[in-house]
Protein backbone atom coordinates (compact mmCIF):
# COMPACT_ATOMS: atom_id res chain seq x y z
CA UNK A 1 0.00 0.00 0.00
CA UNK A 2 1.40 3.26 -1.12
CA UNK A 3 1.48 6.19 1.33
CA UNK A 4 0.39 9.58 1.01
CA UNK A 5 2.39 12.19 0.76
CA UNK A 6 1.62 14.63 3.60
CA UNK A 7 1.74 18.64 3.13
CA UNK A 8 1.90 21.42 5.20
CA UNK A 9 0.47 24.62 3.64
CA UNK A 10 1.62 27.80 5.90
CA UNK A 11 -0.07 31.16 4.03
CA UNK A 12 -1.88 34.07 6.01
CA UNK A 13 -3.90 34.59 3.35
CA UNK A 14 -6.77 32.94 2.20
CA UNK A 15 -7.05 33.15 -1.44
CA UNK A 16 -3.22 32.07 -2.24
CA UNK A 17 -3.70 29.16 0.55
CA UNK A 18 -6.74 28.19 -2.07
CA UNK A 19 -4.47 28.08 -5.03
CA UNK A 20 -1.84 26.17 -3.71
CA UNK A 21 -4.65 23.35 -2.33
CA UNK A 22 -5.88 23.14 -5.91
CA UNK A 23 -2.63 22.97 -7.65
CA UNK A 24 -1.33 20.17 -5.74
CA UNK A 25 -4.84 18.22 -6.35
CA UNK A 26 -4.41 18.77 -9.77
CA UNK A 27 -1.01 17.91 -10.19
CA UNK A 28 -0.48 15.40 -7.19
CA UNK A 29 -4.07 13.60 -6.31
CA UNK A 30 -2.09 11.19 -3.50
CA UNK A 31 -0.82 14.76 -1.94
CA UNK A 32 -2.64 15.02 1.45
CA UNK A 33 -2.96 18.47 3.00
CA UNK A 34 -2.74 17.58 6.42
CA UNK A 35 -3.16 21.33 7.50
CA UNK A 36 -3.20 25.20 6.80
CA UNK A 37 -1.73 27.31 8.87
CA UNK A 38 -1.35 31.22 8.91
CA UNK A 39 1.20 32.17 11.47
CA UNK A 40 4.44 31.42 13.16
CA UNK A 41 2.80 30.42 16.17
CA UNK A 42 0.56 28.07 15.01
CA UNK A 43 3.20 26.04 12.97
CA UNK A 44 5.84 25.94 15.80
CA UNK A 45 2.68 24.30 17.96
CA UNK A 46 1.73 22.28 14.89
CA UNK A 47 5.40 20.70 14.42
CA UNK A 48 5.35 19.78 18.02
CA UNK A 49 2.44 17.69 18.53
CA UNK A 50 2.48 16.04 15.19
CA UNK A 51 4.94 14.11 12.96
CA UNK A 52 7.22 15.87 10.16
CA UNK A 53 5.16 16.14 6.78
CA UNK A 54 6.55 15.09 3.40
CA UNK A 55 6.84 18.80 2.34
CA UNK A 56 5.94 22.22 3.41
CA UNK A 57 4.96 25.23 1.39
CA UNK A 58 5.87 27.96 3.40
CA UNK A 59 5.34 31.75 2.53
CA UNK A 60 7.85 33.72 4.27
CA UNK A 61 6.30 37.17 5.88
CA UNK A 62 3.06 35.45 7.96
CA UNK A 63 0.86 37.68 10.31
CA UNK A 64 3.18 37.53 13.38
CA UNK A 65 6.06 37.74 11.97
CA UNK A 66 8.89 36.10 9.21
CA UNK A 67 8.91 32.12 9.22
CA UNK A 68 11.88 31.83 9.78
CA UNK A 69 11.59 32.11 13.25
CA UNK A 70 10.21 28.73 12.89
CA UNK A 71 13.50 27.36 12.37
CA UNK A 72 14.40 29.09 15.91
CA UNK A 73 11.75 27.74 17.84
CA UNK A 74 11.67 23.65 16.84
CA UNK A 75 13.16 21.30 14.52
CA UNK A 76 12.37 21.04 10.44
CA UNK A 77 13.62 17.98 9.27
CA UNK A 78 11.70 17.93 6.21
CA UNK A 79 12.09 19.80 2.43
CA UNK A 80 10.63 23.08 1.92
CA UNK A 81 9.56 25.22 -0.84
CA UNK A 82 9.50 28.72 0.34
CA UNK A 83 6.30 30.78 -1.23
CA UNK A 84 6.68 34.45 -1.38
CA UNK A 85 5.79 37.80 -2.92
CA UNK A 86 9.58 39.35 -2.47
CA UNK A 87 12.72 38.18 -3.89
CA UNK A 88 14.81 39.74 -1.10
CA UNK A 89 14.68 36.54 1.42
CA UNK A 90 16.15 34.00 -1.45
CA UNK A 91 20.09 33.30 0.13
CA UNK A 92 18.14 32.80 3.25
CA UNK A 93 15.65 31.12 2.45
CA UNK A 94 17.73 28.38 0.72
CA UNK A 95 19.68 27.60 4.26
CA UNK A 96 16.68 25.95 5.17
CA UNK A 97 15.82 22.57 3.75
CA UNK A 98 15.01 24.80 1.13
CA UNK A 99 13.78 22.98 -2.31
CA UNK A 100 12.46 25.93 -4.09
CA UNK A 101 11.62 29.64 -3.97
CA UNK A 102 8.41 30.52 -5.65
CA UNK A 103 7.56 33.80 -6.09
CA UNK A 104 3.63 34.67 -5.64
CA UNK A 105 1.62 34.58 -7.11
CA UNK A 106 2.36 31.02 -7.68
CA UNK A 107 2.52 29.15 -10.89
CA UNK A 108 1.43 26.14 -11.92
CA UNK A 109 4.02 24.97 -13.88
CA UNK A 110 6.31 26.34 -11.45
CA UNK A 111 4.99 24.25 -8.68
CA UNK A 112 5.24 21.15 -10.67
CA UNK A 113 9.12 21.78 -11.63
CA UNK A 114 9.17 22.21 -7.47
CA UNK A 115 7.45 19.07 -6.87
CA UNK A 116 9.32 16.84 -9.34
CA UNK A 117 12.68 18.40 -8.00
CA UNK A 118 11.87 17.33 -4.76
CA UNK A 119 11.30 13.67 -6.21
CA UNK A 120 14.02 13.56 -7.83
CA UNK A 121 16.00 14.51 -5.18
CA UNK A 122 18.93 10.97 -4.42
CA UNK A 123 20.77 12.56 -1.50
CA UNK A 124 20.40 15.87 0.55
CA UNK A 125 18.12 18.25 0.09
CA UNK A 126 20.34 21.54 -0.42
CA UNK A 127 19.82 22.44 -3.99
CA UNK A 128 23.40 22.90 -5.68
CA UNK A 129 24.92 26.77 -5.07
CA UNK A 130 23.95 27.01 -9.38
CA UNK A 131 20.68 26.67 -8.66
CA UNK A 132 20.25 29.77 -6.03
CA UNK A 133 22.65 31.50 -8.77
CA UNK A 134 20.14 31.13 -11.34
CA UNK A 135 17.06 31.42 -9.46
CA UNK A 136 18.87 35.26 -8.09
CA UNK A 137 19.50 35.77 -11.84
CA UNK A 138 15.91 34.96 -13.44
CA UNK A 139 14.07 36.66 -10.65
CA UNK A 140 15.95 39.47 -10.94
CA UNK A 141 13.52 42.87 -9.81
CA UNK A 142 14.42 46.68 -11.45
CA UNK A 143 12.37 48.38 -9.04
CA UNK A 144 11.03 51.80 -9.92
CA UNK A 145 13.72 54.69 -9.50
CA UNK A 146 12.07 57.39 -10.92
CA UNK A 147 8.66 59.04 -12.60
CA UNK A 148 8.23 60.76 -15.43
CA UNK A 149 5.30 63.26 -15.08
CA UNK A 150 3.84 65.56 -17.22
CA UNK A 151 4.79 69.27 -16.90
CA UNK A 152 3.72 72.52 -18.74
CA UNK A 153 4.39 71.49 -22.47
CA UNK A 154 6.54 68.82 -21.76
CA UNK A 155 7.98 66.41 -19.18
CA UNK A 156 9.93 66.29 -15.64
CA UNK A 157 10.61 63.51 -13.54
CA UNK A 158 10.48 62.72 -9.62
CA UNK A 159 12.84 60.69 -8.25
CA UNK A 160 11.96 58.22 -6.05
CA UNK A 161 14.48 58.89 -3.72
CA UNK A 162 12.86 62.05 -3.30
CA UNK A 163 9.61 60.81 -2.01
CA UNK A 164 8.57 60.47 2.42
CA UNK A 165 5.56 58.34 1.81
CA UNK A 166 2.75 57.67 -0.96
CA UNK A 167 -0.78 58.38 0.11
CA UNK A 168 -4.24 58.13 -1.30
CA UNK A 169 -6.86 60.94 -0.93
CA UNK A 170 -10.08 60.88 -2.61
CA UNK A 171 -8.80 57.99 -4.97
CA UNK A 172 -6.18 60.25 -5.94
CA UNK A 173 -2.62 59.33 -5.53
CA UNK A 174 0.24 61.53 -4.25
CA UNK A 175 3.63 61.44 -3.66
CA UNK A 176 4.80 63.74 -0.62
CA UNK A 177 8.36 64.94 -1.40
CA UNK A 178 11.34 65.01 1.28
CA UNK A 179 11.25 68.79 0.02
CA UNK A 180 7.69 69.26 1.54
CA UNK A 181 6.21 69.65 -1.85
CA UNK A 182 3.67 67.04 -2.96
CA UNK A 183 3.14 65.13 -6.59
CA UNK A 184 -0.16 63.45 -8.23
CA UNK A 185 0.87 60.12 -9.35
CA UNK A 186 -1.24 57.97 -12.09
CA UNK A 187 -0.46 54.99 -10.52
CA UNK A 188 -3.11 52.88 -8.26
CA UNK A 189 -1.46 51.71 -4.67
CA UNK A 190 -1.33 48.22 -6.09
CA UNK A 191 0.81 49.30 -9.00
CA UNK A 192 3.60 51.53 -6.75
CA UNK A 193 3.29 48.35 -3.93
CA UNK A 194 4.38 46.45 -6.58
CA UNK A 195 6.98 48.48 -8.19
CA UNK A 196 8.67 50.16 -4.92
CA UNK A 197 11.51 48.68 -3.48
CA UNK A 198 10.42 46.25 -0.60
CA UNK A 199 13.86 46.82 1.13
CA UNK A 200 12.31 50.45 1.50
CA UNK A 201 8.79 51.23 1.15
CA UNK A 202 5.95 49.71 3.20
CA UNK A 203 2.42 49.51 3.03
CA UNK A 204 1.34 50.90 6.21
CA UNK A 205 -2.40 50.34 5.61
CA UNK A 206 -4.87 50.78 2.76
CA UNK A 207 -3.61 54.32 1.86
CA UNK A 208 -0.16 55.40 2.74
CA UNK A 209 3.26 53.64 1.37
CA UNK A 210 5.97 54.95 3.90
CA UNK A 211 9.39 55.24 3.12
CA UNK A 212 12.03 53.49 5.71
CA UNK A 213 14.31 56.72 6.16
CA UNK A 214 10.94 58.89 7.06
CA UNK A 215 9.99 56.39 9.72
CA UNK A 216 10.37 58.80 13.10
CA UNK A 217 9.08 57.55 16.38
CA UNK A 218 7.43 54.51 17.01
CA UNK A 219 5.07 53.82 20.09
CA UNK A 220 2.83 50.97 21.13
CA UNK A 221 -0.62 51.90 20.74
CA UNK A 222 -4.58 50.72 21.47
CA UNK A 223 -5.48 46.67 20.51
CA UNK A 224 -1.65 46.12 19.84
CA UNK A 225 -1.56 48.37 16.93
CA UNK A 226 1.17 50.73 16.20
CA UNK A 227 1.49 54.22 15.81
CA UNK A 228 4.49 55.95 13.77
CA UNK A 229 5.33 59.94 13.19
CA UNK A 230 7.46 60.83 10.78
CA UNK A 231 11.05 62.45 10.91
CA UNK A 232 9.68 65.99 8.47
CA UNK A 233 5.84 65.58 8.53
CA UNK A 234 5.82 65.60 12.05
CA UNK A 235 1.78 66.21 12.13
CA UNK A 236 1.46 63.08 10.44
CA UNK A 237 0.08 59.93 12.44
CA UNK A 238 0.13 56.66 10.54
CA UNK A 239 -1.51 53.57 12.45
CA UNK A 240 -0.33 49.97 11.56
CA UNK A 241 -2.77 47.33 12.42
CA UNK A 242 -1.95 44.42 15.16
CA UNK A 243 -1.90 41.92 12.16
CA UNK A 244 0.63 43.77 10.26
CA UNK A 245 2.57 45.29 13.29
CA UNK A 246 4.96 42.04 13.05
CA UNK A 247 5.60 42.43 9.48
CA UNK A 248 6.47 46.20 9.86
CA UNK A 249 8.67 45.44 13.28
CA UNK A 250 11.00 43.14 10.97
CA UNK A 251 11.03 45.18 8.32
CA UNK A 252 12.60 47.66 9.96
CA UNK A 253 14.69 45.87 11.81
CA UNK A 254 16.18 44.24 8.51
Not at 188 to 198: H, K, N
Not at 228 to 251: C, G, M, Y
Request: with cysteine; hydrophobic share 40%; proline share 4%.
Amino acid sequence: MQIRKRILIVEDEKLNADRLKRFLSELRPDYHVAAVLESVSDVVHWLTVNPQPDLLLLDIRLSDGLSFEIFEHTDVSCPVIFTTAFDEYAVRAFKHNSVDYLLKPVDKDELENAVVRLENFQSGMQPSVEKLLSFLKTNHVDYRTRFLLPFKDGYKTLLVADVEYFYLDQKIMYARLTSGGEQVLSQSMEELEQQLDPKLFFRANRQIIIHIDSVGQIVNSFNGKLRITLRRSKDVEIFISRDKAPQFKAWMDS
